[in-house]
Each structure stands twice: as structure tokens, then as C-alpha cells.
DNA sequence: GGTATAACCTAATGGCCCTAGGTTCGCAAA
DNA sequence: TTTGCGAACCTAGGGCCATTAGGTTATACC
């Protein structure tokens, strides 16, 4: 009988494949041997377990995304920018909804693996990147990237989840916000009394 | 042997205790079968199954959420209102991380159950009302709302995943975040040319 | 061609979801 | 008080899943 041939990267990919066609909560051990040819303990192998499966696939997702947002942003800067990595962000998500899905659990991912990862780092560096248009300083700075992550993330999340009736098209709505986002950022509201340095 | 006087109701909340203290993917059935001091197929006389029960427990968040919202916003007005709402929204999801979570999956609520829960419906005036003050008109206003419901619930999704550094502390950015999205709502963009009327 | 490594297997344990069908509690009417 | 009766709860069992222990075999390298 001949072998699969797996790896560890391998039997990630395949459960992010499986991930984003039966939704991640079906990724278990024995669908994926099955559809791989395989027995379901030849997995343990080359994965931990099925946790740490989960969190080779989150890394994977984030790795993804960086990616697709670093060549969706390349060259440009402020609104250009900005849209193109909201763009890119949601994108991805729509894609690829388990693998998704997946980067949004608690993180418990094996600190070893998580070393040698490209992504958060990289995804840090474009973001302050991509607002380096809007001439910011910290600790503004940091608050901005924080209340875009929210914002895309959040409106993925509940477009996912299916909290946008169908009155108005989400895509309308985003780009709106994304409009507001992109005149908030060049009006940032100076720190008002009372709240911490 | 006396009865434990179970009914759905009691099975939700017992659930939703569960989930808060444990994590939602601890509420299993025999898990909340064990804790309340009953063998597993016994809860199916309440709940028709696992999805069910999540499903209810969505529904009771939800509830209790709008409610806790409604609460610290009456009275309110303009960025008061607006940051009580976000407050409550945000305190909620602390205290009642399980309960949160559960919110968050892809709607697979029961129908007959989902009519007669007064949630949406009150969520949505919530809203709207809270908006009032800002003198948007459609369909601004149900754009405003989709992004102010993104970033609230982004900003906790990813609070609780662990997703800021502990370089800043979150509720700084969060009252900067307010702060901006209320400077935003009192200047709201008017539509680019090109976007959809 | 021999050998070591790792890919893969069999076997087995225990947990979980869920169904079918039986038993007993508690209330309410006769 | 007794007799029903419905609902609350149970036993038994099937099927899927995660995980471990330990054995077998392909394959790459010498």
C-alpha cells in the first residue's frame, strides 16, 4: 500500500481546506483521516491533537491574511490604502470562512510553533505602515489600529454570523464606514481632558 | 428520589452558567446533565438537543444584553448615551463571556422559540434611539448603526482573544475609541460620488 | 542489499450525542 | 382517599469521536 506522504503542513492544509467547506466545528480528527486515506491515529504523527490542529490552522489563516493584505496594499497609502486592506481583511474572511473562524478562538497556540510565524509581526508593520499617511503619534497611534481591527473584524464577524438584515446590502454599508474611518483617521479628536495620558 | 423540577428554562440558565464559568465549548450534555444532578437523556425532555440548547442560550444572551443596555441608557442622550451603550455592551460580554460567545454563531435558532423573545426588535429601537440625537436620515443612520455594532463587538471579540499586546491598556483605546466614533457621528461624511444612493 | 527512520497500522479505552421505550413522581379530579 | 394521567426521569444501547500504546512496513540513504 502506498504512503500519503504527509507532514505536519500538509494535514494543516488539508483541515483548512476542510474547514472552509464544512465549517471548522467539522474538522475533527477521523473526517480528516478519512479524507485523507488515512487512519485517524496516523495523525497524531504529525499534529498534537485536535487543539493543536486548530491552532496550525489559525497560524496558517493569519499568515494568509497578512499576505493578501501586504500585496493588496503595496505602493499605496491613505484612503487607497486603507480601503485596500479593509478590502483585503473581508476578502479573506468571505473566502475562507473556517480558516477564519479559526484565528478568532482564545489563543492557546504552542508558543514553539507560534515562533517561527511570520504573521503577527508582519501584520503590525503594515498597519502602522498604512497609517503612516495620516500622520499620526502615539499613543494615537495604537488606539487607531485597534478601533480599524475592531471595526473590520467586527463587521465580518457579524456579517457572518448573519446579524445584517437585508434592508441595505452590507457591501454598501461598508464601504460607508469605511468612508468614515477614512475622514475619522484625518480628524483624529485630540485626547480630551480626564482620560489617561 | 425527588424530581430536580426541570423545564427549558432552567436547562438554558443552568447552560448559560455553565458556559460563563467553563467556556461554551465545555456545555456539553452530559457535562450540564451532570450538574444538574441528571442523566443525559433526561435534558432531552427540555431541550431538543445540543444545538438546541445553544441556541436558547444565544437567545438569552441576547435578551439579557439588550436589557442591560436599555437600562444604562435611559434617560440618556448624544455621547452620554452613546457611551453607556458601548459600556454595557462591552461589560456584558466580561461578565458573561460564555454567554457571549454563544451570541456570536451562525443563526440557527429555532423559529417558533426566536418569535417570541423580545430581543432584536428592542435591540434595534435601542439603537435607532440612541442615535436620535445625531440627526442622521436613512440610510446614514442604518450604516451608522452597522458600524457602531461592528466595533463594539469587534473590539471585545478581540479583547477576548487575546488580540491586543498588553502594551496599552484596552480601555484606553476603547474611551479613544468612543471618543472618535462620537466626533464621527456629530460629523458624519456625506456619501462620495461613485458609492451606491 | 541492508538498515534506520518515520509513516502508517491495529486494537482498545473512554467520552459524548442521541433515540427508544420503560418507570415513578406529583397533582388533581372522582 | 383513591385513581388516573402527564410529565419528569430513568435504563439500555448505538454510533461517532479523541487519544494512547505498541506493532508493521515503506522508503531513503549508505
Not at 40 to 68: N, Q
Not at 114 to 139: C, N
Given at each position: 500500500?502506498?504512503?500519503?506522504?504527509?507532514t505536519a503542513h500538509?494535514?494543516t492544509?488539508?483541515?483548512?481546506?476542510?474547514?472552509?467547506?464544512?465549517?471548522?466545528?467539522?474538522?475533527?480528527?477521523?473526517?480528516?483521516?478519512?479524507?485523507?486515506?488515512?487512519?485517524?491515529?496516523?495523525?497524531?504523527?504529525h499534529v498534537r491533537?485536535?487543539e493543536d490542529l486548530r491552532g496550525r490552522i489559525a497560524l496558517l489563516a493569519a499568515d494568509e491574511?497578512t499576505l493578501?493584505?501586504?500585496?493588496?496594499?503595496?505602493?499605496?497609502?491613505?484612503?487607497?490604502?486603507?480601503?485596500?486592506?479593509?478590502?483585503?481583511?473581508?476578502?479573506?474572511?468571505?473566502?475562507?470562512?473556517?480558516?477564519?473562524?479559526a484565528t478568532?478562538?482564545?489563543i492557546r497556540i504552542d508558543p514553539e510553533l507560534a515562533a517561527d510565524a511570520p504573521g503577527p509581526r508582519r501584520a503590525v508593520e503594515?498597519?502602522?505602515?498604512?497609517?503612516?499617511?495620516?500622520?499620526?503619534?502615539?499613543?494615537?497611534?495604537?488606539?487607531?489600529?485597534?478601533?480599524?481591527?475592531?471595526?473590520?473584524?467586527?463587521?465580518?464577524?457579524?456579517?457572518?454570523?448573519?446579524?445584517?438584515?437585508?434592508?441595505?446590502?452590507?457591501?454598501?454599508?461598508?464601504?460607508?464606514?469605511?468612508?468614515?474611518?477614512?475622514?475619522?483617521?484625518?480628524?483624529?479628536?485630540?485626547?480630551?481632558?480626564?482620560?489617561?495620558?
Amino acid at each position: 500500500m502506498p504512503r500519503a506522504g504527509l507532514t505536519a503542513h500538509r494535514v494543516t492544509l488539508a483541515g483548512a481546506e476542510l474547514a472552509d467547506e464544512a465549517g471548522l466545528d467539522q474538522v475533527t480528527m477521523s473526517r480528516l483521516a478519512r479524507r485523507l486515506g488515512v487512519k485517524d491515529a496516523s495523525l497524531y504523527s504529525h499534529v498534537r491533537g485536535l487543539e493543536d490542529l486548530r491552532g496550525r490552522i489559525a497560524l496558517l489563516a493569519a499568515d494568509e491574511k497578512t499576505l493578501r493584505i501586504a500585496e493588496a496594499t503595496a505602493g499605496l497609502a491613505g484612503r487607497d490604502a486603507l480601503f485596500a486592506y479593509a478590502d483585503a481583511w473581508r476578502e479573506y474572511a468571505h473566502r475562507h470562512p473556517g480558516r477564519y473562524l479559526a484565528t478568532q478562538t482564545p489563543i492557546r497556540i504552542d508558543p514553539e510553533l507560534a515562533a517561527d510565524a511570520p504573521g503577527p509581526r508582519r501584520a503590525v508593520e503594515l498597519t502602522y505602515g498604512m497609517l503612516r499617511g495620516y500622520g499620526l503619534a502615539e499613543p494615537d497611534l495604537t488606539d487607531a489600529v485597534r478601533l480599524l481591527r475592531s471595526t473590520f473584524h467586527g463587521f465580518v464577524a457579524l456579517e457572518a454570523a448573519g446579524g445584517f438584515a437585508h434592508a441595505r446590502p452590507a457591501q454598501d454599508s461598508w464601504v460607508r464606514a469605511l468612508d468614515a474611518l477614512h475622514t475619522l483617521l484625518e480628524h483624529w479628536p485630540p485626547a480630551r481632558e480626564g482620560d489617561s495620558p
